[in-house]
């Protein structure tokens, strides 16, 4: 049986979806490029808040995510632009929570999963891991992994 791939537009739904992302042209078909034009411009701070509501995070969880401080995710206007650097860790972790809702089927167990310790990685909770790059990387090689059906 030849395994469901996510499609890429779904995908792309998704992140203008989480993280209020008005579209201003057609769904490019290239996802990474229109992240990338996305994260060079500049999320907005209600995105952060919008990933917050869709994703089931608390303030605080996504405020370590992101390594900024909950005073501050308080004190910003919804429309202040945000560095690069958050902008891309936000887009990161909305691709990750769709891929992991696709692979669950189901948000919830999802973050469940997220919660838990998880023998494949070093009996860290996958949570724990994704406040960098490389643990989104390794979360989401886990959940390819289960999507696959290969245990480790």
Same mark, same amino acid.
């Given at each position: 049986?030849?395994?469901?791939?996510?499609?890429?537009?779904?995908?792309?739904? #998704?992140?203008?979806?989480?993280?209020?992302?008005?579209?201003?042209?057609?769904?490019?078909?290239?996802?990474?490029?229109?992240?990338?034009?996305?994260?060079?411009?500049?999320?907005?701070?209600?995105?952060?808040?919008?990933?917050?509501?869709?994703?089931?995070? #608390?303030?605080?969880?996504?405020?370590?995510?992101?390594?900024?401080?909950?005073?501050?995710?308080?004190? $910003?206007?919804?429309?202040?632009?945000?560095?690069?650097?958050?902008?891309?860790?936000?887009?990161?972790?909305?691709?990750?929570?769709?891929?992991?809702?696709?692979?669950?089927?189901?948000?919830?167990?999802? $973050? #469940?999963?997220?919660?838990?310790?998880?023998?494949?990685?070093?009996?860290?909770?996958?949570?724990?891991?994704?406040?960098?790059?490389?643990?989104?990387?390794?979360?989401?090689?886990?959940?390819?992994?289960?999507?696959?059906?290969?245990?480790?």
């Amino acid at each position: 049986m030849i395994p469901k791939l996510i499609d890429p537009s779904d995908e792309q739904d #998704t992140v203008f979806k989480w993280l209020d992302i008005k579209r201003k042209t057609p769904r490019p078909t290239n996802s990474s490029f229109a992240y990338m034009r996305i994260i060079k411009g500049g999320l907005k701070s209600k995105s952060i808040k919008s990933f917050i509501k869709h994703s089931n995070l #608390t303030q605080k969880q996504v405020s370590r995510l992101i390594h900024i401080s909950e005073r501050t995710l308080q004190r $910003n206007a919804p429309e202040k632009v945000i560095n690069i650097g958050i902008s891309e860790k936000l887009v990161e972790l909305t691709r990750l929570f769709h891929k992991g809702i696709k692979v669950f089927n189901d948000k919830e167990k999802f $973050n #469940t999963w997220l919660f838990r310790p998880n023998k494949s990685l070093e009996d860290q909770k996958p949570i724990e891991l994704i406040e960098t790059s490389l643990g989104i990387d390794l979360v989401f090689d886990e959940l390819l992994k289960i999507e696959h059906g290969v245990f480790s």
